[in-house]
């Protein structure tokens, strides 16, 4: 029996799935745009800002989402200064849970610059105050932000994974692969995201081809990491003889495997891409209520 | 730093009087749950279950039987094990979570923003929400009591010494005895926590047992949460930099005959 | 045994659990598996109301045991120390002898004034008395009597009014000295009676009735056995009066009294059949008719009762002040007599009859006590009743909330009662003193002030007088004369702040109860020792006499431990009665000559060397010699071990110094009760009046002389031996989360949080049997009732083999009615109105019901 069983479960339910979920895509989204971004076609651009605007917006929700679900939500700023030595920052290099509302934060900041100079770029901004900012964010400085925006979501889209590891729960700190399969989820998630909503921006088929081909490749990696994250779990693997166990799989069936074998058949790009995201939301509610459920003790005792 | 205080406790003399959640609860102005007004568990005569933001003592009630009248009633008063290497104060973002002059671990409530990490940090599933305050809880050691001389209001209460109090030093020393003359009985009989090269540091609350501390509801390796860090997050680190590659090199810029093939979706 | 200790007493609990660190070893008897089983080495399951059976068959097991017989220790006690020796008139005849009932057993008819006693026979004691021979008399005494019936020479001193002092009274009332076999061979000894009495009871007859296994029941024996001698000692809790060592640190019989002061309530009693000081309350029944009457009939010569009179005249002093005088008997005349029983139960039968007007309960919810629904049904009968408590409990609001009102066989309408409800002080909110069962008092200061109107009971009773002795003051009627010149002083004096506008000074009633002077109330008693049958002292309980010996000297105040590492008993914290001595008959805990049984079990002994100062009233010198040791000896401090008694001494001259157990005539621990005990002078195994077998022991089936109240009534309905309508014995308990009827409990979340809900627990066995699952709802029925309750589905309660029939044994917590944050069916809505004889004790412990899926 593993000794994981024995704590507590901390009430991370639907709020913080959505975050997981979202962060995924905004972090996947930034990543996917940043590199376009420095190492696309020029072509390939409305895919670039898209992911950037995508980036912004989802680490807005994302904020947002986070502190709504604080048990005392006007004390978000306790996890970045130190609430009785204000300014002093509050900050944990081993505590994924503070390194992580530094990253939320950071990202956030650089997202909405990158996101702000695109749409300067594109002349939508009409408010002066940010048009000024979205003006100053161009040219070389607007491809450092992105890129470092870039960097960030990719830790956004993984360290949400290390955050459950880094605990003592049932499932998530009985492997070491969920920060990985976040990760890889994010990412696909991100160009699913990408695939759906880069077309109104004026993306190319071209574009959209390359992004689709990538998230096979996605796929792929994730179903690996997601194999060797199941198989890291051992005899814990008896929780998923549940429900969501059954979620799970419905996940992995209808979010990565069909996919691919949408993509193998050239079919609907949208279609798959809505499956991959159906998909990651699934992955992410399996994973957080199949060990929120457990109730302490008793299944230990029964185990 | 004053000498590390904490707890021993003899469960082989709890008789579950609950006196000691009781005295918690009074002290600590802690609510009862749905104001008191409950259902039935049905589990012995445990209808507190577990210990959570509002039940920082928690007496379990462990019935061992092979027939009518055959077995044993184990009872045992859990209670926050105040770890010399804390999970919960490692992962807390806030600072809420502190260690004491006393060696022991406060959250305080005025710091903690209830983001809950703590919870999912601590291997003995001791801290939860307080629905009241909205911010984790858990047995501060009756830490305002002590800055002031006082012990306790548990083992204060408690009426059979099944809970003693005292420097951990001194504490050591008692069990080692009670363990020796439950042996000699013939009692199989073990401390859990109390080791300092233990587990997690030794606990500052420790217990004496007398079965697997699985029964009790205690893992029998607690593990820091961190451990988990440098697997899971190097792991990730690799996969990021797999996916980056695989990104960079799918998305990148094509050459002219690449790009007249009609896409690279077949890679 | 028969005591769920760790449960019902947590904190007295502190000290078999600190035993238990120094290795003693801990035996729980009991029908359920308990927390007292759960910390006990070793557990033995027993059938309830069988008790007797198994103390009977470890009597016998320990008298023909080995150890008994060759280790002169025990012998050596229980002929000094107890009345084995003594020999028992001829006339005595044994349940042995009449098929399990005692010689004297006479029928009982209920006095038409009031017949509420229960009874249907009682025994006639003359034949339980010790054999006397002819006394060497002093002039004039009465040379010989060998009954209690008062001899001539008394009769002619209450003819002639004589005294005070009443000491010729008393010295009149000695008997002959009672005959002896010290070699415990005579057939008609008390030690050959009981070994005769209890040969019965064997290993195997146990099994029979208790449904404890014989292995297990040796196994307690032996370990009993183990732990005696001189310098081992055991103790029962709750057991018969029956053990080698009283008197002895460690050990004794542990009353262990039910609530925080129910001691004190004995002690100065609310009991109906006793005034202050276990004085028996003069009786309509008894020859009480004059003061010297009641004084024949009550007092014991050759005991420390032989000062009866003492104790007397300064109570009645204390009850009519000025108005006792030597010419009017202190006002005996005044007093209230008994008519019969008023216990509980009684009452409560008779207000079922309409012969009840009104009731204060105060403090007390009998809505949800014995037989429920009878309870209830007599309440309606009032034409009014107060309710003092701390929140609206079941009595307050059975007149629309009870079962019967909300299952419509009652009409709101068709009840007459008016009732009225007075909010009640806590005890952290009001001073006073508590008394523990260790007979301790220990002084409380309140805490906090209470809410808005609540008050204290002491408040509402002083008031209430007040207002009475208004109403009544110009009535010449004669029955009235008696509450006219009640003395009623306890107004706080000039300078001392009431803590409640019209609060008593709980101080002055302390001082009331310790006792003064009567001509100089400042000047207060130090001891009993100080009291006078002349009306000079006063003194509300003579037992509670020196616990405040000045004025301003409140000894139940103290709180000063002795230090860590003495075998102390810790004299200055608060006050013990009699006398702060912490073990009563301690005496018994040194030798003939005075020494301790053993160095490890030593407590107080005799110091021949200790040079007395001269007698403080006489002046003359005192010889050397002094017990001393931890405790306040519970002898005449310088009565040597050697001392003879006086031939026409009363009182504790007339025994011997090695005469430990100073309130009885004989001096001696009574192994056979020739009095005070009305059903039989040995403990008997009978079965409970509902039993779902019959005696194995006994054709008698249960005890001639139990008590059923309203026989016949269909209020009281009975199951007959081995009903199978209700084929399982049913216990009802407490748990340590709650407090009696609950109202202390019900009403606090913390507490209603711990157990928030009826249950009945019952064994694994029977739950297939009738496919019940854990948390089911059952319904719980005997022929008076049936409640629901939750099950809660255990093997620490199952099946026994008794005499030959396997039979369930299921068990409910009491605690609930339908009041409070935790609520539940009023269990006792399933008991009778039966009882033991001796203290009106209902048998709601051992009874039969049935069970099913509700």
């Given at each position: 029996m593993s000794d994981t069983f024995f704590s507590g479960a901390p009430h991370w339910a639907w709020l913080i799935i959505l975050y997981f979920f979202v962060g995924g895509i905004a972090g996947g989204g930034s990543l996917l745009a940043a590199i376009v971004d420095w190492f696309g076609a020029p072509e390939d651009r409305p895919v670039a800002r898209t992911g950037y605007n995508v980036a912004a917006v989802g680490a807005i929700i994302s904020g947002a989402l986070l502190t709504i679900d604080l048990g005392r939500p006007l004390r978000f700023w306790h996890m970045l200064f130190q609430s009785a030595n204000f300014p002093t920052l509050m900050f944990k290099g081993w505590s994924p849970i503070s390194f992580g509302a530094w990253g939320i934060f950071l990202f956030g900041l650089f997202s909405v610059l990158t996101a702000l100079g695109g749409m300067a770029e594109e002349g939508r901004l009409h408010n002066p105050a940010l048009r000024a900012v979205g003006g100053a964010v161009r040219g070389t400085l607007a491809k450092v932000v992105g890129g470092v925006a870039g960097l960030l979501g990719l830790f956004i889209a993984g360290y949400t994974g290390v955050l459950l590891s880094v605990t003592n729960r049932p499932i998530w700190a009985d492997g070491p692969w969920l920060g990985a399969l976040f990760l890889a989820s994010g990412v696909s998630t991100g160009a699913a995201t990408l695939i759906l909503l880069a077309p109104g921006r004026g993306a190319t088929e071209q574009s959209l081809a390359r992004l689709s081909a990538f998230d096979t490749k996605a796929l792929v990696v994730e179903l690996l990491v997601l194999v060797l994250f199941v198989a890291s779990l051992g005899a814990v693997n008896r929780v998923w003889l549940s429900f969501w166990g059954l979620v799970l799989l419905v996940g992995v069936g209808f979010g990565i495997l069909a996919p691919l074998r949408m993509h193998a058949q050239r079919r609907s790009l949208a279609g798959a891409a809505r499956l991959v995201l159906l998909g990651g939301f699934l992955l992410r509610l399996a994973t957080i209520f199949a060990s929120e459920g457990i109730e302490r003790y008793r299944v230990a005792a029964g185990m | 730093m004053a000498e590390a205080m904490g707890f021993f406790t003899d469960t082989t003399v709890c008789i579950g009087c609950k006196a000691c959640e009781v005295a918690c609860k009074e002290w600590n102005q802690l609510p009862a749950e749905n104001g008191g007004v409950r259902e039935l568990s049905g589990d012995s005569y445990d209808n507190t279950r577990k210990l959570d933001g509002i039940h920082w003592r928690h007496v379990r009630f462990i019935e061992q039987f092979k027939g009518p009248y055959d077995g044993r009633w184990l009872m045992m008063s859990d209670v926050c094990k105040h770890c010399v290497q804390a999970g919960c104060l490692e992962v807390c973002p806030t600072g809420a979570i502190v260690r004491t002059q006393f060696d022991t671990v406060v959250i305080q409530s005025d710091v903690c923003n209830g983001c809950r990490a703590c919870i999912a940090a601590c291997p003995f599933g001791v801290i939860d929400i307080n629905p009241v305050s909205g911010t984790a809880q858990k047995c501060t050691l009756c830490y305002d009591r002590l800055q002031v001389g006082l012990e306790p209001a548990c083992s204060k209460a408690c009426p059979t010494d099944s809970i003693q109090f005292g420097a951990i030093a001194e504490l050591r020393t008692r069990a080692e005895k009670r363990v020796a003359q439950l042996k000699s009985q013939g009692v199989a009989a073990e401390l859990y926590g109390a080791d300092p090269g233990g587990p997690l540091g030794g606990l500052n609350s420790f217990y004496l047992l007398v079965d697997k501390p699985e029964v009790y509801g205690l893992p029998r390796h607690p593990e820091l949460p961190t451990t988990n860090l440098a697997k899971s997050g190097g792991l990730s680190v690799a996969s990021a930099a797999v996916l980056g590659l695989l990104a960079i090199v799918g998305l990148r810029k094509r050459r002219m005959d690449e790009q007249s093939r009609g896409g690279g979706g077949n890679v | 045994m028969g005591s769920n200790m760790a449960e019902c007493h947590p904190v007295a609990f502190r000290w078999p659990m600190k035993a238990k660190l120094n290795g003693a070893k801990l035996v729980h008897v009991d029908p359920r598996f308990t927390r007292t089983s759960a910390v006990a080495d070793l557990h033995v399951p027993i059938r309830a109301g069988s008790d007797i059976a198994f103390l009977g068959g470890l009597i016998n097991y320990v008298i023909n045991s080995k150890r008994w017989n060759t280790d002169p220790f025990f012998k050596e006690f229980a002929v000094n120390y107890t009345n084995a020796a003594t020999i028992i008139s001829d006339d005595f005849k044994d349940t042995e002898e009449l098929e399990g009932v005692f010689s004297g057993l006479v029928k009982f008819s209920e006095p038409a004034f009031w017949p509420y006693n229960g009874l249907e026979g009682r025994y006639d004691n003359a034949t339980w008395q010790y054999k006397r021979g002819p006394r060497p008399a002093p002039a004039r005494v009465e040379i010989t009597r060998t009954t209690a019936a008062a001899g001539a020479i008394t009769k002619d001193l209450i003819a002639k009014r004589a005294g005070p002092p009443f000491d010729d009274l008393v010295r009149s009332l000695k008997l002959g000295p009672a005959e002896k076999d010290p070699t415990l061979q005579n057939p008609h000894c008390v030690f050959q009676i009981l070994k005769r009495h209890f040969a019965r009871y064997t290993p195997e007859m146990v099994e029979q009735v208790c449904g404890s296994p014989k292995e297990k029941f040796i196994k307690v024996a032996e370990m009993l056995l183990e732990s005696s001698g001189r310098d081992r000692s055991s103790a029962f809790a709750y057991a018969v009066a029956w053990t080698q060592h009283i008197g002895r640190p460690g050990a004794g019989v542990m009353a262990l009294r039910g609530h925080a002061a129910i001691q004190g309530s004995t002690d100065v009693p609310t009991l109906y059949h006793s005034i202050h000081g276990y004085m028996n309350a003069p009786s309509a029944l008894r020859p009480h008719e004059t003061l010297r009457d009641y004084m024949a009939a009550e007092?014991?010569?050759?005991?420390?009762?032989?000062?009866t009179p003492k104790f007397l005249v300064s109570y009645l002093k204390s009850m009519y002040g000025a108005a006792a005088t030597t010419e009017n008997d202190f006002g005996y005349d005044w007093h209230p007599k008994i008519l019969g029983d008023h216990s509980h139960i009684a009452s409560f039968a008779a207000m079922a009859d309409g012969k009840v007007k009104g009731m204060c309960c105060v403090g007390q919810n009998p809505a949800t006590s014995l037989n429920g629904g009878a309870t209830r049904q007599a309440l309606r009968q009032l034409d009014w009743l107060v309710v003092k408590d701390n929140w609206l409990t079941e009595t307050a609001t059975h007149w629309y909330l009870g079962p019967e009102v909300k299952k419509g066989e009652v009409k709101i309408e068709d009840i007459k009662t008016e009732i009225f409800f007075f909010p009640s002080t806590q005890i952290a909110e009001y001073d006073g003193s508590f008394t523990n069962t260790q007979r301790m008092l220990q002084w409380h200061s309140y805490a906090a002030k209470a809410p808005g109107d609540c008050r204290t009971d002491s408040w509402f009773y002083h008031n209430l007088a007040k207002r009475l002795k208004k109403a009544y003051a110009g009535s010449k009627l004669s029955r009235d004369q008696g509450w006219n010149n009640v003395s009623w002083d306890f107004d706080p004096d000039a300078g001392e702040e009431p803590l409640y506008p019209g609060e008593i000074s709980a101080r002055k009633v302390l001082r009331e109860i310790n006792g003064y002077q009567t001509a100089d109330p400042k000047q207060h008693l130090k001891g009993f020792a100080e009291l006078k049958d002349d009306g000079s002292t006063t003194c509300a309980s003579w037992i509670y006499c020196g616990c405040y010996p000045a004025w301003d000297q409140n000894l139940t105040a103290r709180r000063e431990p002795d230090p860590p590492g003495v075998p102390g008993a810790h004299l200055k914290w608060g006050w013990a009665w009699p006398a702060n001595r912490r073990v009563m008959y301690n005496r018994a805990s040194a030798d003939l000559k005075g020494n301790p049984w053993s160095e490890r079990k030593r407590w107080i002994w005799w110091d021949p060397t200790f040079v007395n100062p001269p007698?403080?009233?006489?002046g003359k010198p005192v010889p050397k010699g002094k017990w001393v040791g931890y405790d306040v000896p519970d002898f005449g401090a310088t009565k040597a071990p050697d001392a003879q008694p006086k031939p026409d001494g009363i009182g504790l001259d007339a025994l011997s110094g090695t005469q430990p157990f100073i309130m009885r005539a004989d001096g001696r621990g009574w192994l056979f009760v020739p009095a005070g005990l009305v059903d039989g002078p040995l403990p008997t195994h009978y079965e409970p009046h509902e039993s779902p077998i019959q005696n194995p022991l006994y054709k008698q089936q249960t005890s001639p002389v139990h008590k059923v109240w309203a026989p016949g009534k269909p209020y009281n309905k009975l199951a007959v031996v081995g009903d199978p309508k209700f084929p399982y014995v049913i216990s009802t308990y407490r748990l340590t989360e709650h407090y009696l009827a609950g109202a202390m409990s019900r009403w606090l979340p913390w507490l209603a949080e711990l157990q928030p809900e009826l249950f009945i627990e019952l064994g694994k066995g029977l739950a297939q049997e009738k496919g019940i699952k854990n948390l089911d709802w059952l319904v719980v029925s005997s022929p008076r009732g049936h409640i629901r309750a939750k099950a809660l589905v255990t093997d620490r309660i199952g099946v026994m083999q008794i005499a030959g029939k396997r039979i369930h044994h299921v068990g409910m917590p009491w605690h609930w009615g339908w009041m409070g944050l935790s609520t539940g069916d009023v269990v006792n809505d399933l008991t009778a109105w039966v009882g033991d004889p001796n203290v009106s004790i209902h048998e709601g412990k051992a009874f039969v019901c049935n069970v099913e899926k509700a």
């Open positions: - | - | 007092t014991t010569p050759t005991s420390y009762y032989g000062n007698d403080p009233k006489t």
